[in-house]
C-alpha cells in the first residue's frame, strides 16, 4: 500500500531575482529512496534544501508553494525550523565530524541537545546508530578517538550514524560519495538499501549508474523544473519524457 510521507506541491524557489526551481510537484514515499539527478545547475541540490528549510538560510533566498510533512506544511508559521530539521536530517557532500569532539560525541550532540542525559540511554542509542551506518565494528573500541581520525569514508558514515541518532523520518543526502573513492562509496550504496528499512532517503547524485542501483525512485530535472518522476526500472528502459531518454543516452 502506498503511503506518502512528503508532499510537495506547487514548490518554486529563488536566490534573490534568480529561480532555481519551478513549480515542482512530487510525491515521496515512506521507506523508499528517491534519487534526484540533472545536469548540473539544475535545482538539485536547492530542492533537497527546500525540504527541510535549509534553502531560507541563504541571504536573499526565498520560496512559494508547501511541503508536506505526513499532511503538515513545514513551512507553516507555527512550525519550528529546528525541529523540522530533527525530523529531516541531512548528509552533506564533504565528510563533516564535528571538529574537537569524539567519535561518542559526534553522534552524541544531537541527542544531548535533545534533552537526552542519562548515559545508559546515550551509549544504546550510539551503539544503535553506529550499527545502523555500519560503523560499529570499526570503531567500538575506539570512541574516544577524534572522528578526524577516521578515514573519509567512515566519517561519512558517521555522518550518517550522526543523523540517525535523533531518529529522523527522512534523510536527505547531497552527493554524499562524490568525496569518497570507489570502495567507500560501495560502502555508503549498500547501506542506503539497509538505511531504507529505517527511513525514507532522498539521494542527489550526479552519477546515472548510481542512481539506478540504490534507487526506487527517480526525479529528473532540468533548468529548475521536474521534467519526470518515475520508478527507477521505468526510467531508464521505458522513459516518459524524451528529454530524459536523451540525458540517459547521452544524447542531451
Known amino acids: 500500500m502506498k503511503k506518502t510521507l512528503i508532499e510537495v506541491k506547487n514548490l518554486s524557489a529563488w536566490f534573490k531575482k534568480n ?25 538539485k541540490s536547492t ?11 541563504v541571504e536573499g533566498a526565498f520560496l512559494k508553494g508547501e511541503v508536506l510533512l505526513e499532511g503538515k506544511n513545514i513551512y507553516d508559521s507555527s512550525e519550528d525550523p529546528a525541529l523540522i530539521r530533527r525530523k529531516i536530517g541531512m548528509v552533506f557532500q564533504k565528510p563533516n565530524p564535528f571538529p574537537g569532539m569524539s567519535i561518542y560525541d559526534n553522534v552524541a550532540i544531537g541527542l544531548r541537545l535533545n534533552g537526552m542525559k542519562k548515559r545508559s540511554l546515550l551509549d544504546e542509542r550510539i551503539e544503535q546508530s553506529l550499527r545502523s551506518a555500519g560503523l560499529w565494528k570499526e570503531v567500538k573500541d575506539r570512541l574516544n578517538y577524534s572522528g578526524l ?20 523520518f527522512v534523510i536527505l543526502m547531497d552527493e554524499p560519495t562524490s568525496a569518497l573513492d570507489p ?29 539506478a542501483r540504490v534507487s526506487d525512485r527517480i526525479a529528473f530535472f532540468i533548468d529548475g523544473k521536474l521534467i519526470e518522476y518515475n520508478k527507477t526500472s521505468r526510467f531508464f528502459t521505458k522513459p516518459e519524457s524524451p528529454k530524459s531518454e536523451d540525458y540517459i543516452t547521452g544524447r542531451f
Open 47 to 57: 530542492f533537497i534544501r527546500c525540504l527541510n528549510r535549509l534553502h531560507e538560510e
Open 149 to 168: 581520525s577516521l578515514s573519509g569514508g567512515q566519517q561519512q558514515r558517521l555522518c550518517i550514524a550522526r543523523a540517525l541518532a535523533i531518529q529522523p
Open 183 to 211: 570502495v567507500s562509496t560501495g560502502w555508503v550504496e549498500e547501506l542506503l538499501q539497509k538505511l531504507k528499512k529505517q527511513v525514507t532517503v532522498v539521494i542527489v547524485t550526479h552519477n546515472m549508474q548510481q542512481a
Open 19 to 43: 529561480q532555481a526551481l519551478s513549480e515542482v510537484n512530487v510525491e515521496i514515499e515512506k521507506n523508499k529512496v528517491v534519487a534526484i539527478i540533472g545536469p548540473s545547475g539544475c535545482g
